[in-house]
């Protein structure tokens, strides 16, 4: 059997705030979650230096061998949405690759049927979902957070399942 080693990194791509939650893939429970956060004044290349630099820390601390990355999708109502996520993904995948750090990219939708049983669930499902999951005594905030730790936890079950994550 090919394992990964237990750490991911889940990471909930945004130009404003990015989510991001190592989970122990294996026990299934955070070790680290947050934000890294951006300002709109000081303009995109500075921003996505800001997004690259703060997750470079996350990996100085923990031994991560994945990061989980939602996919890129737009809504017709809101394509800017999706070009910003997608120069914030760029930033993340940036630094995947020069880290030597796998990538493993999940739609949205089969992040939230994964851990809800529903393709459509509310951030506020996700947030529970997370909460009772993990059994974290409080919901985690805010929603981008919850987001990266439903990445990260997905990805460990879809690994799971291919065989490719050991089971404790």
Not at 39 to 68: C, F, N, T, Y
Not at 94 to 106: D, Y
């Amino acid at each position: 059997m090919n394992c990964l080693p237990d750490y991911i990194l889940g990471i909930d791509p945004g130009l404003e705030r990015t989510g991001y939650a190592v989970i122990d893939g294996v026990a299934r429970r955070v070790i680290d979650a947050g934000l890294v956060r951006t300002e709109r004044e000081i303009g995109l290349p500075a921003r996505l230096s800001e997004i690259h630099a703060g997750l470079a820390e996350v990996l100085d601390e923990h031994a991560v061998s994945l990061m989980a990355v939602e996919d890129l999708y737009a809504h017709y109502k809101h394509p800017r949405t999706a070009i910003l996520m997608g120069h914030a993904r760029g930033a993340v995948l940036l630094l995947a690759a020069q880290r030597g750090i796998a990538v493993k990219s999940l739609p949205a939708t089969l992040i939230k049927k994964t851990m809800t049983g529903s393709g459509h669930a509310s951030k506020s499902q996700i947030q529970r979902a997370m909460m009772a999951t993990l059994g974290l005594k409080k919901m985690p905030e805010p929603a981008d957070v919850a987001d990266a730790m439903a990445i990260g936890l997905s990805a460990a079950l879809a690994l799971r399942e291919a065989g490719q994550l050991a089971v404790r």
